[in-house]
C-alpha cells in the first residue's frame, strides 16, 4: 500500500488545521501541526525571557521537545510539561514570525519534522512543508482565503476578548508579510502545489476536494 504524504501550506486562518486534522482522519493519517512547533519555541523564548537569535537557537538545540496526538488537538511537550494550552495567545502570535525566521530555529524543526513524515501516512500542514520541507510530498496543497475572511473566522474563535476585527485583520497581514518575505523558507506556493481557495466554502466542502485530489494522485 502507497505511504500518502500530504502538504498543507497557507497563510493564518486559511483553515489548514481543522482541514488537515479532518482528511487525516477520513485517510487514517498522522497529522502534524508544524505551527504549533514554531509556536512552542516562541513560547519558551518568552517564558526564559531570551530574544537575541544566538541564545534562541542554542535553546532549541539543547531543548527537549515531544508532539503528541492526543484526541483530537496535537499536545507540544517542552521539558516533560504539556504547554499546548499557552500556545495561541495573542503575545505568542506576535512574537511568532520573528523567531521562526531564524536558520536554527528551522533547521531543527524541519528535522523533527521530516522523522515524523518519513514513517508515511501524514499529514502536514505549515508554511514551506510543499516547497522545503517535504519537496517529494505526494500531494501538495496551498490553502488560501481572502484576507477578510480569514480574520472574520479568527474573530469568531475570541468572542470573549475585546479585540476588535479590524485589529486582527491587521494582525494577519503583518504576519503573513512577514512570512512571505522572509529570507528562508518564505511562505509561497509550490510549483506543483494545486491552489485551493476557500473563501466560499465550508470545512468540510475543502476537506472533500482535498480527498478528491488525493484519490486521482494515488490512482
Ligand atoms: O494558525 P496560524 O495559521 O495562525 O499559524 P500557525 O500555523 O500556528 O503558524 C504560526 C507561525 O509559525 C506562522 O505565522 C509562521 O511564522 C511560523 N511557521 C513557519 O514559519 N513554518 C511553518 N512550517 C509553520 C509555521
Ligand atoms: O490553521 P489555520 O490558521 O490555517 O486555520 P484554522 O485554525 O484551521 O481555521 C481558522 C478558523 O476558521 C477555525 O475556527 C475554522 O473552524 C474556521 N474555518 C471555517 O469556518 N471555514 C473554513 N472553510 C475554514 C476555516
Redesign the pocket.
Given at each position: 500500500m502507497r505511504k500518502k504524504i500530504i502538504a498543507l501550506d497557507?497563510p493564518?486562518?486559511?483553515?489548514?488545521?481543522?482541514?488537515s486534522k479532518m482528511v487525516a482522519k477520513r485517510l487514517n493519517c498522522t497529522y502534524l501541526d508544524t505551527g504549533a512547533m514554531y509556536r512552542a519555541i516562541t513560547y519558551e523564548a518568552l517564558k526564559r525571557n531570551i530574544s537575541e537569535e544566538k541564545e534562541i537557537v542554542q535553546m532549541v538545540e539543547n531543548l527537549n521537545m515531544d508532539i503528541c496526538a492526543k484526541e483530537d488537538t496535537m499536545h507540544v511537550f517542552i521539558e516533560g510539561e504539556d504547554i499546548t494550552q499557552y500556545l495561541r495567545t495573542s503575545e505568542v502570535s506576535s512574537n511568532v514570525s520573528r523567531i521562526s525566521a531564524f536558520q536554527g530555529v528551522r533547521n531543527a524543526m524541519v528535522k523533527l519534522q521530516r522523522k515524523v513524515a518519513e514513517k508515511g501516512n501524514a499529514v502536514l500542514?505549515g508554511r514551506d512543508i510543499g516547497t522545503v520541507v517535504l519537496p517529494d510530498a505526494d500531494l501538495k496543497i496551498f490553502l488560501t482565503a481572502s484576507v477578510h475572511t480569514r480574520a472574520l473566522?479568527?474573530y469568531k474563535?475570541l468572542k470573549d476578548t475585546d479585540t476588535t476585527l479590524e485589529r486582527i485583520e491587521e494582525e494577519i497581514k503583518r504576519r503573513d508579510n512577514l512570512d512571505m518575505t522572509r529570507k528562508i523558507s518564505p511562505l509561497r506556493k509550490a510549483d506543483d502545489a494545486i491552489l485551493l481557495d476557500?473563501s466560499d466554502?465550508?470545512?468540510e466542502e475543502?476537506a472533500d476536494k482535498i480527498i478528491s485530489y488525493w484519490k486521482k494522485v494515488s490512482e
Open positions: 497557507g493564518a486562518g486559511a483553515g489548514k488545521s481543522s482541514v500542514d473566522r479568527r474563535e476557500n466554502l465550508t470545512l475543502t
